[in-house]
């Protein structure tokens, strides 16, 4: 079986408009994957989890007896070791867990707005 003239080109162009249209799609057109989907579903939960505790660890700060000599402390620390003292006064950790929470720790200590800011 013979095939007309313009095929070999037809099939190239066809080839070669799909690949151009994968590329478009996936950098520019929003296209993803699901793996890469499941990924950003994981952390976007993850931050909202974060978020909805917040009132949590500031209720915790406000109904602790020693806030503040905690608050005092956390006000003299500077940059990570902010973090840890945040960590280490309890608050940042979740009901139901053992050990403290580092984004809960970070976003707790901008509710707390130490800073005056």
Do not use: H
């Not at 151009?20 to 579903?41: E, H, K, P, R």
């Not at 402390?73 to 940059?79: C, D, I, N, P, Y």
């Amino acid at each position: 079986m013979t095939f007309p003239e313009w095929t070999k080109p037809g099939i190239y162009g066809a080839l070669a408009g799909a690949i151009a249209v994968s590329i478009l799609g996936f950098t520019w057109g929003g296209w993803t994957t699901s793996g890469n989907a499941q990924d950003m579903a994981q952390k976007l939960a993850g931050e909202e989890v974060t978020l909805a505790m917040v009132p949590v660890c500031l209720g915790m700060s406000a109904a602790d007896p020693e806030s503040a000599d905690k608050l005092v402390v956390l006000q003299e620390a500077s940059g990570f070791s902010r973090r840890k003292a945040m960590m280490d006064t309890g608050w940042a950790t979740p009901p139901g867990s053992d050990t403290p929470n580092r984004d809960l720790a970070a976003a707790c200590l901008a509710g707390l707005e130490l800073d005056g800011s």
